[in-house]
């Protein structure tokens, strides 16, 4: 292969490169499996690994990781149940003798019939039976090696009694595969969700102070090396910053979370508490584990949405779920201290966070319902391209009406449909009454 590639699309010559890489992993394994049964003294020869093109994601992370032949082949096993499994197909040949398949081979049972290739597996195509070999060979699965921290193949195990299988996440797969910035939106068990929205930080509504304090945080991630670097404060604080959003439910709070994302170029992922929390001891830590290592390495900013579920007042330790919970607080507390990314947890009241959270905090900012002026911004944004009734007066309805930002959304979006039901190309005053009483209903309130 040529050492770049840039006439083909960039799905194209990335595939391209994952075809090679995957066709020297079958190499490897009928060479490997015809030295085991030939049962000679000779050593094994690995058949040297193909030349990658820059321009490639595989490519490119070998050449910035310097990854050996031995750590290309974890990866290559590690991706080959996800793009062509029958590569492994060989290892599926039965010892004769006991009439069962050869444990040196590893590999696990799957409902597929597939073979699914473990740390066994690597270990035997590296070094056979060769046990100093394959002690020396354990280094690659090691926490902090490459292949681990930026390839990300992790190693699972179903049961603690079984031999660690390789793994590599599906969205990590895609990213190798079209050449994209691997992003776990792909993954439907990762337990966090990227946020986007097609308003402008010119839609973002709040009082002067409150918008102080937002830009006091994208003042630190746009200055965040020169304060750490060049002024040297980097000896006494971290590279993370740790922001408290409270307010009532609808008052902006998400919606500055992922306007931050979009003003600073930084992916938001909101985390989903419902899975991450687990009642097995220790899937809750291994999960958040997950999303911290994840957010280290894209730079990711974090929203705890709901917070108070998680990082919520710690109970007296009376049973062991009360410990368990306060372990998982603990855990909690050192990955946030840990985290070089901006973290954002939101609650509905300051009141609700644990106090040994609240002091970790950089920033406490507080979400009110908006005032009058600032309602009548929101109702002259939100109805800015909206056809209605000359005669409604914007004005008198911020006046009258105490509803939030997310309100009044919800009722354009009522009084819209209202509007299209009776055939009707614009909103009237009607249609807009309607919506208010039905959204002050829903909240429990009369208008």
Request: glycine fraction near 6%; aromatic fraction near 8%; include cysteine.
């Amino acid at each position: 292969m040529p050492d770049t590639l840039d006439q083909a699309p960039l799905h194209q010559i990335n595939a391209d490169a994952i075809a090679v890489e995957i066709s020297w992993l079958e190499e490897v394994i009928v060479a490997r499996l015809a030295h085991f049964f030939e049962g000679t003294a000779t050593p094994f020869i690995l058949p040297a690994a193909p030349k990658q093109p820059t321009g490639t994601m595989l490519g490119d992370l070998i050449t910035e990781t310097a990854l050996s032949g031995q750590a290309r082949l974890v990866l290559a096993l590690a991706l080959a149940p996800h793009v062509n499994s029958a590569v492994l197909d060989p290892f599926y040949v039965k010892n004769s003798a006991i009439d069962r398949a050869f444990s040196q081979f590893g590999g696990l049972p799957d409902a597929s019939a597939a073979f699914v290739p473990t740390v066994e597996t690597a270990l035997f195509l590296i070094a056979g039976t060769d046990t100093v070999a394959r002690i020396a060979a354990m280094r690659l699965f090691e926490p902090d090696h490459p292949l681990r921290v930026n390839a990300g193949v992790s190693l699972t195990q179903s049961h603690p009694s079984q031999i660690s299988r390789l793994d590599l996440p599906i969205h990590r797969v895609v990213a190798f595969c079209d050449g994209s910035a691997p992003r776990p939106d792909f993954s439907p068990n990762f337990p966090a969700r990227r946020l986007s929205t097609r308003l402008t930080w010119d839609d973002l509504i709040l009082p002067a102070a409150l918008r102080d304090q937002i830009d006091h945080i994208l003042a630190w991630m746009g200055n965040r090396d020169t304060i750490l670097d060049d002024w040297g404060l980097g000896r006494h604080v971290g590279r993370g910053y740790k922001a408290l959003f409270y307010g009532p439910p609808g008052t902006g709070k998400t919606l500055t979370a992922t306007l931050l994302g979009q003003r600073t170029g930084l992916d938001v992922y909101r985390v989903d508490l419902s899975m991450v929390v687990s009642k097995y001891i220790g899937e809750t830590e291994k999960n958040l584990g997950l999303i911290f290592d994840m957010a280290a390495e894209r730079d990711w900013i974090l929203f705890f949405d709901e917070a108070d579920a998680l990082f919520g007042t710690r109970t007296a330790t009376t049973s062991s779920n009360d410990r368990h919970a306060n372990q998982e607080v603990a855990y909690l507390l050192q990955r946030i201290e840990e985290c070089e990314s901006l973290v954002i947890l939101a609650s509905n009241l300051r009141s609700n966070i644990d106090d040994a959270f609240f002091r970790r905090f950089q920033s406490a900012l507080g979400f009110a319902r908006p005032t009058m002026p600032e309602r009548l911004q929101l109702w002259r944004s939100t109805l800015a391209r909206v056809p209605v009734e000359a005669d409604i007066d914007l004005k008198r309805l911020a006046q009258e009406h105490d509803l939030s930002g997310a309100a009044i959304t919800n009722v354009a979006r009522y009084a819209a449909i209202s509007a299209r039901r009776r055939g009707a190309d614009e909103i009237d005053s009607a249609d807009l009454a309607a919506a208010i009483t039905a959204e002050m209903r829903k909240e429990g309130r009369t208008s």
